[in-house]
Each structure stands twice: as C-alpha cells, then as structure tokens.
C-alpha cells in the first residue's frame, strides 16, 4: 500500500496562491495515477484533479479548471496541486489519493491525512 503526506495548506486571501505537495512512499510511484481530493465543512468529499504516471494527462473538476494544476515529479515521488486565484469556496480539506486499480476513482486504495486550505475574503 502506498503511504502519502500531504504538505503545503495554509491560511491565504481571496485571489491567492497555494501549492501543495504529496510525498509518496513505494517503489511504484512512477507507475500509479495520482490524485486530490477536497472535503469542505458539511460536505462530502469531491474529486479536484488527476494526473497520469507520465504526467502528460490530467483532468479537473469543473471549479477549477484555470486555476489549478496537477504536476508530478517520478524522481522525488511527489505530485503537486498549484492552487491560483483562489476563493472562499476553495476552503477544505485537501487529501492526496490513489486509486485503487488503474485510474478508476470509484474506489481508493489510499489516502494521505490531509492538509487545509482556508482562503478568507
């Protein structure tokens, strides 16, 4: 099973940036989908954004297309959320995941603890 750390949440204005990082442990890294994920107060968690083991596809939530990307580096075991312009709404707890099997999100294999983003406006 992969362990993942999620690092980088803060506190930041309206209109802000923010980049997260998760650290992943495992052999495997460069072969795994990787992803990030958000859970607001009283809300269930969404899916934010994805990216492929190359890192050369990924796909977002409609809320943030424009504003954030995905990236990855195989070398450090690490993908990264840059998080630009952001609004109040992007406040939430952010999680790190993999997917189960493959790149089907239906069901995750594993979860990092998370890490919070408050954006004040």
């Known amino acids: 099973q992969v362990q993942l750390v999620e690092s980088g949440g803060g506190l930041v204005q309206a209109g802000g940036s923010l980049r997260l990082s998760c650290a992943a442990s495992?052999?495997?890294?460069?072969?795994?989908?990787m992803g990030w994920f958000r859970q607001a107060p009283g809300k269930e968690r969404e899916f934010v954004a994805a990216?492929?083991?190359?890192?050369?596809?990924?796909k977002y939530v409609d809320s943030v297309k424009g504003r954030f990307t995905i990236s990855r580096d195989n070398a450090k075991n690490t993908v990264y959320l840059q998080m630009n312009s952001l609004k109040p709404e992007d406040t939430a707890v952010y999680y790190c995941?993999?997917?189960?099997?493959?790149?089907?999100?239906?069901?995750?294999?594993?979860w990092g603890q998370g890490t919070q983003v408050t954006v004040s406006s």
């Open positions: 995941a993999v997917p189960e099997r493959g790149s089907d999100w239906s069901r995750v294999g594993s």
């Open positions: 495992g052999r495997s890294f460069s072969s795994y989908v």
């Open positions: 990216i492929s083991w190359s890192g050369v596809n990924t």
